[in-house]
């Protein structure tokens, strides 16, 4: 293996706007080498999987669709055989969530190999993460539809819904992985322009269908969600108008419709599992300030007209992450135990902030977390990829 080396660019700290810190690249580059290389190394061994390996009899759609069914919904005790009633914040284990998992692995697979290719410049681990992308997104045998008709599908309600597009969040470190390697002139052009096809594609679908309407106009975090994964795939595409919209968007709609005067975000506060919920969108929030952040348009420091800001977010949040036990309302009605973990609003936020404490906290916390659940409701869980100069 060649020798290790601690990321490039440092001069510049994850988007234009945000004071240069070098000594935070060194940092993150110390503390996360060692697992990255080891999960990196035993991802080499990996073969691609993707939606086609995996289907269920309960799906309305094809071999290439994206199928899920609700978390949160069960059978009804006093109807076996009839449509499935809600159990909100509760998780039925029995629905299909295979594909989910195989996109979770994907991404979790391409962000190893990817920051492991930024730590040593082996273009081994560059091969073998675009083997994975071309298996998802180009090889005509095993990849995805480019949409998600058919998620959160409900037993004797729904083929699938609206919310079920935030599983496409999923794909956001994929996507980020390929600008990194295409920075890096580690991606043959071809196989860029087919990826970048297929995120096209499912940007006019998500932007269009009504179920990606209904999405975006939600008022927790599934809107910010919608408008966080757009961005990112904007991005990846150089789509400037779609990018423009989604900073408009949480300029006027996200921010000043969710976040209430003292900084908590109401509607996940009344969730059954308010603390997962209020950590999961105050990270889709900061990263969606990462993403749409330049020199001219500084989102960290942007203020609507009564004064709510990103600021304001992590400044109500920390207090009960830095100490658990503060926590005043109910605990979550499940997985209270797994949080908090490494939330990427700890880690932008001293970026864009410089308050020592949020990185010190962060640094502390779990990097590498293995409960299915939260891997899932952790945007960023490769900051590599994020903190490169790309």
């Not at 690249?25 to 990996?46: H, M, R, T, W």
């Not at 939600?218 to 904007?234: D, I, L, P």
């Not at 003292?262 to 509607?267: E, I, K, T, V």
């Amino acid at each position: 293996m060649k020798k290790l080396f601690v990321l490039v660019s440092f001069s510049i700290l994850f988007s234009p706007s945000m004071k240069a810190q070098p000594i935070l690249f060194k940092k993150v580059g110390q503390l996360l080498s060692k697992e990255i290389l080891i999960k990196a190394n035993d991802d080499l061994k990996s073969k691609p999987i993707t939606v086609t390996s995996f289907q269920s009899e309960r799906s309305a759609g094809g071999v290439h669709d994206f199928f899920s069914e609700a978390d949160y919904w069960w059978p009804d005790s006093l109807n076996p055989s009839g449509p499935y009633i809600q159990k909100d914040g509760q998780t039925n284990p029995a629905n299909f969530s295979e594909h989910r998992l195989a996109m979770i692995r994907f991404s979790q697979m391409v962000g190893n190999l990817t920051s492991a290719y930024l730590l040593t410049n082996d273009n081994k681990y560059a091969v073998k993460a675009i083997q994975h992308c071309k298996a998802w997104f180009v090889d005509t045998a095993t990849k995805m539809t480019p949409s998600l008709l058919y998620a959160q599908a409900i037993k004797g309600k729904v083929t699938g819904r609206g919310v079920g597009i935030i599983d496409m969040i999923q794909m956001m470190e994929v996507a980020q992985s390929i600008m990194v390697l295409e920075k890096q002139n580690a991606i043959k052009s071809d196989d860029f322009i087919e990826i970048k096809k297929w995120f096209q594609q499912y940007l006019q679908w998500v932007t269009t269908h009504p179920y990606g309407i209904d999405e975006r106009e939600a008022k927790n975090n599934h809107g910010t969600c919608w408008t966080m994964q757009v961005a990112v795939f904007a991005k990846l595409v150089n789509d400037t108008a779609l990018l423009n919209y989604c900073d408009n968007r949480f300029k006027t709609n996200l921010l000043p419709s969710q976040m209430d005067m003292n900084g908590s975000f109401p509607l996940e506060l009344k969730r059954t599992k308010p603390y997962g919920y209020s950590l999961f969108n105050l990270d889709a929030m900061y990263t969606l300030a990462y993403v749409l952040s330049t020199k001219e348009n500084n989102l960290w420091e942007f203020k609507t007209a009564n004064g709510l800001s990103l600021k304001k977010g992590i400044e109500f949040l920390y207090p009960f992450v830095e100490n658990k036990n503060s926590w005043t309302l109910p605990k979550d009605i499940m997985y209270w135990e797994n949080w908090p973990v490494a939330h990427p609003f700890l880690l932008f936020g001293y970026a864009a902030y410089g308050n020592q404490n949020w990185l010190n906290t962060w640094s502390n916390l779990e990097h590498f977390p293995t409960t299915a659940e939260v891997i899932r409701n952790l945007p960023i869980r490769n900051p590599l990829l994020w903190i490169t100069n790309n």
